[in-house]
């Protein structure tokens, strides 16, 4: 599955306009969780060079740890969504088509709603405890409430990337022929690949990667 992102680009509707002005948002929260990733790597090989060779290890290295948690989980969730890329339980919703495939979408995008609203008021009553009661790391002691903000606001993100794709299918729902702007839809290997050759590099990488394979 992919998320059809590339058509109606220049579409202007309310559906259009939130899509394409959250795309550089979900792209920027992804590079940073990336770069969460990379940092972390980075941090385990000096932990694991100054511990073995200097006998000095990183203060804090596990608190550390800890607390990067949630910006590689969370940050790309969005992301993620908006490519269609979470685990999703094709053989049955593959087969279908029309009206029923839009419903099934719209039910199963609203329930994820449902779930995400739920974790955003509980994420945020999480971070208002941490941020008044002072809590921090057991060992370095450092402020874990940076930390449970980016949950509540990568959910945020995500919830808006999910009304974006239900308000999408149930417009396909009305009119199956509809303009598929933000919505899900069905692609095979090659297309999907494709489609994310054109969501990181643009219509030039796409054409330059066709010339590649031939």
């Known amino acids: 599955m992919s998320s059809d992102t590339a058509k109606g680009t ?78 999703r339980m094709e053989i049955l919703i593959g087969r279908l088509r029309g009206r029923f495939l839009w419903f099934v979408e719209a039910a199963g995008l609203l329930a994820a709603m449902f779930i995400i609203s739920v974790l955003i008021w509980y994420g945020w009553d999480h971070f208002m405890r941490a941020y008044e009661l002072g809590d921090s790391t057991i060992d370095a002691e450092y402020p874990v409430w940076p930390s449970k ?17 239900f308000f999408g299918a149930v417009r396909l729902f009305i009119n199956p022929e509809g303009d598929r702007t933000g919505a899900i839809t069905t692609t095979d290997v090659v297309e999907q690949a494709r489609n994310e050759i054109r969501e990181t590099f643009g219509e030039e990488g796409l054409a330059e990667g066709d010339r590649n394979t031939t």
């Not at 579409?11 to 795309?23: D, K, S, V």
């Not at 903000?149 to 794709?165: G, N, T």
């Open 149 to 165: 903000l980016l949950v509540p606001v990568a959910f945020a993100l995500w919830f808006l990337r999910l009304a974006i794709q």
């Open 10 to 87: 220049g579409n202007n509707t309310p559906i259009g306009r939130i899509h394409r002005f959250l795309i550089p948002i979900e792209d920027v929260f992804n590079l940073i969780a990336a770069a969460a990733i990379f940092g972390l790597m980075v941090l385990g090989v000096l932990q694991i060079t100054l511990r073995s060779i200097f006998n000095k290890p990183i203060v804090g290295y596990i608190d550390l740890v800890e607390l990067s948690m949630a910006t590689m989980a969370f940050l790309g969730a969005a992301y993620c969504q908006r490519l269609a890329s979470h685990i």
